[in-house]
């Protein structure tokens, strides 16, 4: 009743009132859920000291294998303390020892250095030197501009980011379907875009963070010229199509 009143104020005050279907279904409160991680936390300091990357990448292969401490220890007469400090970074193995690990945990010496000697990518992009991709929505008059990527990684995920442009000449296109999440956000213009059965008007300054496998896209583009970033991720090895 109180809901009935309030929309009825509102129609005879000359405020607009929502249609029930472009209402966001997700309370802003059920955003609030605490973070896996802290953004802003360094890893190890020590992560690129050899000592360390050597420990950490016998720990994987140990449990790779699903064997315990111990077992590793017999195998390679190895003190469990002296392979409890190798996998912590604690100590320096002798090539002896490294030869002996990569034996029982049938890898290459090698496989030991490959965290210590992998580099990190950047990729940055000055303004206006995106590159003109083509997607499915392409025909559809939509200008997909990608801002960077990086290919194998070691996160095992696979981001791009896109500025998405629309204008008078772009049709609406709400079909797109593909693996992985995507985000959205508003920057310039309006429009009402469909997820699944939901719709949202959107403004500048709006997002959208949803699961990409159901289908998606413009459905009503409200005011244009229309500019927005579209972020989509992925697995490695999965296309985002």
Same mark, same amino acid.
Do not use: C, T, W
């Given at each position: 009743m109180g809901k009935a009143r309030k929309n009825s104020a509102d129609e005879k005050a000359g405020r607009p009132v929502p249609p029930?279907? @472009?209402? *966001? *279904?997700? $309370?802003?409160?059920? /955003?609030?859920? *605490? @973070?896996?991680?802290?953004p802003h936390a360094l890893r190890d300091a020590r992560e690129k000291v050899l000592e360390v990357a050597i420990?950490?990448?016998?720990?994987?292969?140990?449990?790779? /294998?699903g064997i315990t401490v111990a077992d590793l220890a017999a195998a390679t007469s190895l003190s469990l303390g002296m392979l409890s400090k190798i996998e912590n970074g604690i100590t320096s193995p002798s090539l002896t020892t490294l030869q002996a690990l990569s034996r029982a945990l049938g890898v290459p010496v090698t496989a030991f250095f490959r965290r210590f000697e992998e580099e990190?990518?950047?990729?940055?992009?000055?303004?206006?030197?995106?590159? %003109?991709?083509?997607?499915?929505g392409t025909r559809a008059g939509h200008q997909y501009n990608l801002l960077g990527h990086i290919g194998a990684n070691t996160s095992g995920v696979v981001v791009e980011p896109y500025l998405i442009t629309l204008t008078e000449d772009s049709d609406v296109f709400p079909t797109f379907q593909h693996?992985? !999440? $995507?985000? /959205?956000? !508003?920057l310039e213009g309006e429009v009402v875009y469909r997820h699944g059965s939901n719709l949202y008007r959107m403004l500048p300054g709006d997002s959208l963070f949803f %699961?990409? %496998?159901? *289908?998606?896209?413009? $459905?009503?583009l409200t005011r244009l010229p229309m500019r927005y970033l579209s972020i989509i991720s992925y697995p490695q090895g999965n296309s985002g199509e």
């Open positions: 029930k279907a @472009l209402r *966001p *279904p997700v $309370e802003i409160h059920a /955003l609030r859920a *605490p @973070l896996s991680q802290n420990g950490r990448e016998v720990r994987a292969f140990r449990k790779k /294998l990190r990518s950047a990729v940055f992009v000055k303004a206006g030197e995106g590159v %003109d991709v083509e997607r499915r693996q992985g !999440m $995507e985000f /959205l956000y !508003m %699961d990409a %496998d159901a *289908p998606h896209g413009p $459905e009503q």
